[in-house]
Every structure is written in structure tokens, then in C-alpha cells.
């Protein structure tokens, strides 16, 4: 027999590739953190010795969910701005509230709340855009998730940065240092490029050309953005950004609630990836993503949170039924098109999709197990229907990263759920000032 470090059988295996299959008694060959078969299990059981067996016996086992758009540290906001008025980027009572906090405690406890939450919900690959990166990139690395960090651009000085110069020098000085790390990628990720100078958008242009990294970027996000890009360049945001030379395949646009019929032709001939975010889109009034369009044009289309929910399985539901409504058309995004956004599009839009997004021999062994066997999946006609339409976060038993058990029958194996909890909570307390260690003194 041939040895395996690890082989996991389960009631149905949906590989996402090819699109729409489901496997039944399937299982999945791990060897060195990568899928050696994909196979049934009876054969499985002939042909493979494995270090570690895991029976799934009720169980759908997918690729993790790829969140293409987060704010993991934003996690510490949840609920403190609730019903926000919202104009160019981030609702005015949370700007204020982190930008008096932010630090790299901050960051730290809330990107760790944030993969608590991600894991939990079969998430296994994150892209982040948030200020003191190497605090998150550390906190992946000790948690084990997969993540695609951005290297933030602002004029505006923070507690990361003095500027765009020092944002750069810090962001390209951190990924020179992690860009061999087989769990981390990075992103540049300017905020709010329409506010910025030309020059500076050339400047972020090239510099992903020579490192060739994507870009990161929330666009044709709100009425107020096209607005303002009207006023300053007397074009609309994606017009003004093509003249530059932004709109390519290493493009990331993420929200994109308000693209013409013409841009979004042009943004399928540029190969641009578009990261849609229903559930923050709905919250924040931003509009509706015109995704049914979006994907008869041949665009590229992944899911994202932003900064506080982290379950995918919910946006992956609420993207499917939005695209219904909105189109009025109840075949418009099938179960299967919405998982595929929700892993393998992921995956590509973060230029991974040959490493993850999908359970091919090759890939990196990221799974995550969803117990059916639950009164809101029964009876259970159609397990990727089911998923899709009726499955929680609650139901998200193991996860895996590389072939290592991040989350086994709903316990975390790599981070402290309470301590993480507790530190959280000190965030909270009214009346604290800048740090957790000033609200207990």
C-alpha cells in the first residue's frame, strides 16, 4: 500500500472542479500538505496507508472558502456603527473609533477575533486590507490560514505610517521578507485611489508590474466616489484609472455596486477580477452589484466580507438570492456558480487558483468539512443545493491548511478561542482610551 499522511473520507466530496460534480463515498489522499487522490473510498481504502484516517460520514467536504476582501482587524467593530451614514469609504463613527485605537495591539487582537471567526466558518484563505500588516501576517503564520496581505497606500498618516512614501517602503519591505513564506502573498492596497494623484497611482502601477503582485482596490464602491472622481478628473473612477494603466488581470476591484453596461464589457476585456460583497454592500446601501451581468460577461467574480461578519457561507447565500432578485431571474447564479465564487474565483482573483480554490491532485490540501446531518438540511435532495441555500456557519466541523487540522469537530487546534475572547472583550469596555492596557489600568 502506498503511504499517506493523512486521508479523509466523506459522504460527498464537491471538488468545485469540474463545476457543479459531487461525489459520493469519495475520498481525499494527503501527502506533504498537498492532494495526492481524489478518489472513491473504497479504493482509497485498497491502494493507501494513512498516517492519520478521519471519517466523515455525514459530511460535505469542500476547497476552504477564499474571502477575497477583508478588514480582519476591523473585527473589533462590530456593532459600533451600526446604520452608518455612509459617503466616499468607511462610515464616519468607525473611522473615528479606530482611528483613536489603532495600534498593533489593535490589529493583532482583532485579526486573530477575525480568524477565529473565518475558521469557524470553513474559511482558509483571507485577503486583508488594513494598516500594520506584519502584525496580521504574524498572526496568520501562528494560526496556519492561508492570506494575502495588503500592503496599504494612503496620503493620510496613521499609526503605521507617516505617509505614502513610508506606507510603500514599509509594504514592499515586508513582503521582501515573507515573499518565500508558502502560506502568505501580498497585494498593494491604496485606499480610496481616486483621492490620489496620478502620479501616485503610476507610481503603485509599477511598482505591481515589477513585483507582480495584484492590485487591491474598493471601486465604483458608492455614488459619492463617482462624484468625487467626476469632479477631480472629469471621468468616472474606472475611465480615469484605464487611462493610467490600472485596469488589467491583476486588478482586484472590489464592492463594484455602480459599473455602467459599458465598463463592465470593458472590465471582461481587461481581465479584471471583481470581488463582490453582498452582505456589506446591503448594510452599507451601497447598491447592487450587477453580478449576473458581471458573469454573462466572462468577468471573474470572488466574494468578500469586509470588515466584521467573516462567514462565508452566508455571503455566498445572499449573493446568490440578491443576483436572483435583482435580475428577476431564479436561475441567474446556480448553487454551483456560487461556490465556485466563494473558492476557486477566489483563488484566482488572488492569482492562487493553482495552489488552492479547488480539490485537484496538486493543490494545497485546503478543506473544510460541513455536517449535513442537521434538521435545516433534511431531508437532503441535493447536497450542493443544500449548501448553499441551507447550511450555517454552525455546521462547519474541521478545516484544513495544507493538509494541517486548523478546526477538529468544531475546537479550534491553533489559536486560544478564550484568550482571544478576553482580550477582545477589554476593547469594549466605555470609556477606555487607546490601548486594552490603559482600560485596566
Given at each position: 500500500?502506498?503511504?499517506?499522511?493523512?486521508?479523509?473520507?466523506?459522504?460527498?466530496?464537491?471538488?468545485?472542479?469540474?463545476?457543479?460534480?459531487?461525489?459520493?463515498?469519495?475520498?481525499?489522499?494527503?501527502?506533504?500538505?498537498?492532494?495526492?487522490?481524489?478518489?472513491?473510498?473504497?479504493?482509497?481504502?485498497?491502494?493507501?496507508?494513512?498516517?492519520?484516517?478521519?471519517?466523515?460520514?455525514?459530511?460535505?467536504?469542500?476547497?476552504?472558502?477564499?474571502?477575497?476582501?477583508?478588514?480582519?482587524?476591523m473585527?473589533?467593530?462590530?456593532?459600533?456603527?451600526?446604520?452608518?451614514?455612509?459617503?466616499?469609504?468607511?462610515?464616519?463613527?468607525?473611522?473615528?473609533?479606530?482611528?483613536?485605537?489603532?495600534?498593533?495591539?489593535?490589529?493583532?487582537?482583532?485579526?486573530?477575533?477575525?480568524?477565529?471567526?473565518?475558521?469557524?466558518?470553513?474559511?482558509?484563505?483571507?485577503?486583508?486590507?488594513?494598516?500594520?500588516?506584519?502584525?496580521?501576517?504574524?498572526?496568520?503564520?501562528?494560526?496556519?490560514?492561508?492570506?494575502?496581505?495588503?500592503?496599504i497606500?494612503?496620503?493620510?498618516?496613521?499609526?503605521?505610517?507617516?505617509?505614502?512614501?513610508?506606507?510603500?517602503?514599509?509594504?514592499?519591505?515586508?513582503?521582501?521578507?515573507?515573499?518565500?513564506?508558502?502560506?502568505?502573498?501580498?497585494?498593494?492596497?491604496?485606499?480610496?485611489?481616486?483621492?490620489?494623484a496620478?502620479?501616485?497611482?503610476?507610481e503603485?502601477?509599477?511598482?505591481?508590474?515589477?513585483?507582480?503582485?495584484?492590485?487591491?482596490?474598493?471601486?465604483?464602491?458608492?455614488?459619492a466616489?463617482?462624484?468625487?472622481?467626476?469632479?477631480?478628473?472629469?471621468?468616472?473612477?474606472?475611465?480615469?484609472?484605464?487611462?493610467?494603466?490600472?485596469?488589467?488581470?491583476?486588478?482586484?476591484?472590489?464592492?463594484?455596486?455602480?459599473?455602467?453596461?459599458?465598463?463592465?464589457?470593458?472590465?471582461a476585456?481587461?481581465g479584471?477580477?471583481?470581488?463582490?460583497?453582498?452582505?456589506?454592500?446591503?448594510r452599507?446601501?451601497?447598491?447592487f452589484?450587477?453580478?449576473?451581468?458581471?458573469?454573462?460577461?466572462?468577468?471573474?467574480?470572488?466574494?468578500?466580507?469586509?470588515g466584521?461578519?467573516?462567514?462565508?457561507?452566508?455571503?455566498?447565500?445572499?449573493?446568490?438570492?440578491?443576483?436572483?432578485a435583482?435580475?428577476?431571474?431564479?436561475?441567474?447564479?446556480?448553487?454551483?456558480?456560487?461556490?465556485?465564487?466563494?473558492?476557486?474565483?477566489?483563488?484566482?482573483?488572488?492569482?492562487l487558483d493553482?495552489?488552492?480554490?479547488?480539490?485537484?491532485?496538486?493543490?494545497?490540501?485546503?478543506?473544510?468539512?460541513?455536517?449535513?446531518?442537521?434538521?435545516e438540511?433534511?431531508?437532503?435532495?441535493?447536497?450542493?443545493?443544500?449548501?448553499?441555500?441551507?447550511?450555517?456557519?454552525?455546521?462547519?466541523?474541521?478545516?484544513?491548511?495544507?493538509?494541517?487540522?486548523?478546526?477538529?469537530?468544531?475546537?479550534?487546534?491553533?489559536?486560544?478561542?478564550?484568550?482571544?475572547?478576553?482580550?477582545?472583550?477589554?476593547?469594549?469596555?466605555?470609556?477606555?482610551s487607546?490601548t486594552?492596557?490603559?482600560?485596566?489600568?
Amino acid at each position: 500500500m502506498t503511504p499517506a499522511d493523512l486521508v479523509i473520507h466523506a459522504r460527498w466530496v464537491i471538488p468545485v472542479e469540474p463545476e457543479g460534480a459531487i461525489l459520493e463515498q469519495h475520498a481525499i489522499v494527503v501527502r506533504d500538505g498537498r492532494i495526492l487522490a481524489l478518489l472513491p473510498s473504497a479504493e482509497a481504502r485498497r491502494q493507501y496507508h494513512a498516517h492519520t484516517g478521519v471519517e466523515l460520514p455525514d459530511h460535505v467536504l469542500i476547497p476552504g472558502f477564499v474571502n477575497a476582501h477583508t478588514h480582519t482587524a476591523m473585527s473589533l467593530l462590530r456593532g459600533a456603527a451600526e446604520d452608518p451614514s455612509l459617503t466616499l469609504s468607511l462610515p464616519e463613527p468607525a473611522w473615528t473609533t479606530q482611528s483613536r485605537w489603532m495600534s498593533a495591539e489593535f490589529a493583532r487582537d482583532g485579526s486573530e477575533l477575525a480568524m477565529v471567526r473565518m475558521l469557524r466558518s470553513g474559511t482558509t484563505c483571507f485577503n486583508d486590507m488594513y494598516f500594520f500588516p506584519d502584525v496580521t501576517a504574524e498572526a496568520a503564520q501562528r494560526c496556519g490560514l492561508r492570506a494575502c496581505l495588503g500592503m496599504i497606500v494612503t496620503e493620510a498618516p496613521s499609526a503605521w505610517a507617516g505617509g505614502a512614501r513610508e506606507y510603500l517602503a514599509k509594504g514592499t519591505a515586508l513582503r521582501d521578507r515573507h515573499k518565500d513564506e508558502p502560506l502568505l502573498s501580498f497585494a498593494f492596497a491604496p485606499i480610496a485611489p481616486c483621492t490620489m494623484a496620478a502620479s501616485r497611482l503610476q507610481e503603485i502601477r509599477t511598482l505591481a508590474d515589477e513585483l507582480d503582485v495584484p492590485v487591491h482596490a474598493e471601486l465604483n464602491a458608492t455614488a459619492a466616489e463617482i462624484q468625487l472622481s467626476l469632479q477631480q478628473h472629469a471621468q468616472r473612477p474606472l475611465a480615469h484609472l484605464a487611462a493610467l494603466g490600472w485596469l488589467t488581470s491583476n486588478l482586484i476591484a472590489v464592492y463594484m455596486t455602480l459599473p455602467t453596461d459599458s465598463e463592465i464589457a470593458g472590465l471582461a476585456r481587461a481581465g479584471v477580477q471583481v470581488v463582490h460583497c453582498p452582505e456589506s454592500s446591503l448594510r452599507l446601501a451601497r447598491g447592487f452589484c450587477p453580478l449576473a451581468k458581471l458573469l454573462a460577461a466572462g468577468v471573474n467574480v470572488a466574494l468578500g466580507t469586509g470588515g466584521s461578519a467573516f462567514d462565508m457561507l452566508a455571503e455566498m447565500r445572499c449573493g446568490a438570492l440578491l443576483a436572483k432578485a435583482v435580475v428577476g431571474d431564479a436561475a441567474a447564479v446556480p448553487p454551483a456558480s456560487a461556490l465556485r465564487m466563494a473558492t476557486l474565483n477566489g483563488a484566482r482573483a488572488l492569482g492562487l487558483d493553482q495552489a488552492t480554490g479547488s480539490l485537484l491532485p496538486g493543490k494545497w490540501a485546503d478543506l473544510a468539512a460541513v455536517d449535513m446531518n442537521v434538521p435545516e438540511c433534511q431531508p437532503l435532495y441535493d447536497p450542493l443545493s443544500q449548501l448553499v441555500y441551507g447550511a450555517s456557519r454552525r455546521q462547519v466541523s474541521d478545516v484544513w491548511v495544507a493538509g494541517r487540522q486548523l478546526l477538529r469537530a468544531g475546537a479550534l487546534t491553533t489559536l486560544d478561542q478564550d484568550a482571544i475572547l478576553a482580550r477582545a472583550a477589554r476593547w469594549q469596555e466605555p470609556g477606555r482610551s487607546a490601548t486594552p492596557e490603559a482600560a485596566s489600568a
